[in-house]
């Protein structure tokens, strides 16, 4: 066939052909050169068995890894914090509406089911949970406990310590030795079941330089897995 038709078809099929760049779309990816605009990259590509880096990149690597890690762990403290303040806060008002308003299991079981259903996402307001933070407010009054070694350390870690021990000092000192040797919770059950601080020949002292012997508190059950039903009344000593 030929004619125009058939030069026009050519011409069709020879633009359409596997491979051919576009003519129009050259100047516009030239453009976005041009104005400063990043090349499509694959972001979300990443290899399986990256090469390592250059060598004059290692330095300025490895700092900004230990800058990440600071402030991950920064952040984790700090959020420690908030959460051990804000337990604080909780149980300090259930104590003084228990002393002043005559507060009994009731309403602490029914605050802790609000609490559960307008922040579902939450866990740690059971009413177990809301017993210990009163507990926590009643034997810490002045925050002075957070304020050390415990404000690093997990709310149940701080539970052991608050439901293990009998004085202080006593927290201090194994909360320190906790964060010194990344002792998870059950380690730290068991070093103070052992009366680790004896076994080592560490003396505790008090504010009057008094030692501090054998402290310890029956083990309290404190656990961190989900809690079943449990009678607040008994917690609190009271039938009401």
Known sequence: MSGPTARCGTRRRRSETPGTPSTSSAPRRRDRLKH????????????????????????????LKSRIQGARARALLAANDEQLRLYHDIGRDILERQ????????????????????????????ARNLFYMRQFAEQCPNLHFVQQSAAQLPWFHNLTLLTSLKTPELRDWY??????????????????????????????????????????????????????????????????
């Open 99 to 126: 002393t002043q308003q005559g507060w009994g299991a009731k309403v602490i079981e029914r605050l802790a089911a609000d609490l559960s259903a307008a922040f579902p996402e939450m866990k740690g307001f059971s």
């Open 36 to 63: 400063g605009a990043a090349p499509r990259l694959a972001w979300n590509r990443i290899p399986r068995d990256p090469a390592p880096p250059p060598r004059r990149l290692r330095p300025w690597l490895a700092s």
């Open 175 to 240: 909360a320190r030795e906790a964060i010194r040797q990344s002792w998870p919770r059950e380690t730290l059950k068991i070093q103070i079941k052992n009366q680790l601080h004896l076994r080592q020949g560490t003396a505790v002292t008090n504010v009057e330089g008094r030692e501090v012997g054998r402290q310890v508190l029956p083990d309290a059950g404190v656990t961190d897995r989900e809690e079943k039903p449990v009678e607040i009344s008994v917690l609190l000593g009271q039938g009401r």
